[in-house]
């Protein structure tokens, strides 16, 4: 069977707030942990009013410490926001307190706008075009102290933290590969480049003491309901959210609207289409069908789902009808 993970964006809901959005966190990983999901990945967003885990590695320790076998990480941690040596002790310490269940995800976007990756780094000397080398350093800090080293991750150093890179173009499927490193495309909102960039990961590796072939997972959004007209009612929710931001109107989520024929016009209808057209929308059959036909045409070996669903019980039922598909289908 192909694994399926949760990748998370802690979402405060209309009405809602950031510590209810943290509640409703925990409840859904320890939903996916019954469920047999394999991992459960939180995103660094900041100045978005719609996601509340801005600071990931707080968020992550939350939800590793509330439950008990899945694995936790980010999805990823935005490297050029942060000196390489703060996050090794970050995961070294989350390492440390919950050993073999923290995965690093790493990313070379600031998952902001530009004033506020300055206001995060101060400066943007360096960023994005330090990227390989800010994430060499970051593994050397994982690894087992040289002698004389004079600055050490401490906890950090000597564990054995995976590190992934995440991406949504060809430049980090083509760093993956080089460094030998586990690969997450962010299918689930930029679509266009996912097929190359998995032939180019696949095509392009080079084994290292990580990892002796190509690994790679993709993220996609799937809501799935008891029925097609449920689950496309309950996807207007995250249609409105990508219109918000599209529209330079980011917010909390939404709640589902009975039809987005007043909300968009046909030139933003079909420009999400396009954005979403990896996703999965509907009854349990539509789902195994869509799933079905995804994992056929990438070749996965790990899928990542994520479902931003205004009705918690709702999001949870769709986790759980995505984890009966994936116990039948026919994928090898």
């Known amino acids: 069977m192909i694994p399926f993970s949760v990748l998370d964006l802690a979402p405060i809901t209309e009405g809602g707030?950031?510590?209810?959005a943290f509640q409703r966190t925990l409840d859904l990983a320890r939903h996916a942990e019954r469920l047999g999901y394999r991992r459960y990945w939180l995103a660094e967003h900041h100045n978005m009013t719609g996601v509340a885990s801005a600071a990931t590695a707080v968020v992550?320790?939350?939800?590793?410490a509330g439950t008990s076998t899945i694995r936790v990480g980010s999805g990823g941690?935005?490297?050029?926001?942060?000196?390489?040596?703060v996050i090794a002790e970050q995961f070294g310490t989350l390492e440390s307190l919950y050993p073999g269940r923290i995965d690093l995800g790493l990313g070379r976007a600031p998952g902001t706008d530009m004033l506020t990756a300055r206001a995060l780094r101060r400066n943007l000397a360096g960023g994005v075009d330090t990227f390989p080398q800010d994430v060499q350093d970051l593994q050397a800090y994982f690894r087992e102290p040289a002698p004389g080293q004079?600055?050490?991750a401490v906890p950090g150093a000597?564990?054995?933290i995976p590190i992934w890179l995440l991406g949504s173009s060809l430049y980090s499927a083509q760093l993956a590969a080089a460094l030998g490193l586990p690969f997450a495309f962010a299918a689930h909102f930029a679509p266009d480049h996912l097929l190359d960039a998995l032939?180019?990961?696949?095509s392009t590796f080079q084994p290292s003491e990580a990892l002796e072939q190509p690994y790679a997972m993709a993220a996609i959004n799937v809501i799935a309901a008891d029925s097609d007209d449920e689950a496309a009612r309950l996807a207007t929710s995250l249609q409105q959210a990508f219109l918000n931001l599209q529209r330079g109107r980011p917010g909390p989520l939404p709640p589902p609207v009975d039809s987005m024929?007043?909300?968009?016009?046909?030139a933003e209808a079909a420009g999400l289409s396009h954005l979403m057209r990896y996703g999965v929308v509907g009854g349990p059959e539509r789902v195994r069908r869509g799933l079905e036909a995804f994992l056929e045409l990438t070749g996965l070996d790990e899928l990542m789902v994520t479902a931003q669903v205004f009705d918690h019980p709702a999001r949870l039922r769709s986790f759980e009808?995505?984890?009966?598909v994936r116990d039948t289908l026919a994928v090898v």
């Open 199 to 202: 032939q180019l990961y696949r």
């Open 150 to 152: 004079r600055v050490r």
């Open 158 to 160: 000597g564990l054995n």
């Open 77 to 85: 941690v935005m490297l050029p926001n942060h000196a390489p040596l």
């Open 321 to 324: 009808l995505v984890a009966e």
């Open 60 to 64: 992550v320790g939350y939800v590793a």
């Open 17 to 20: 707030t950031p510590a209810l």
């Open 261 to 266: 024929d007043a909300v968009w016009t046909p």
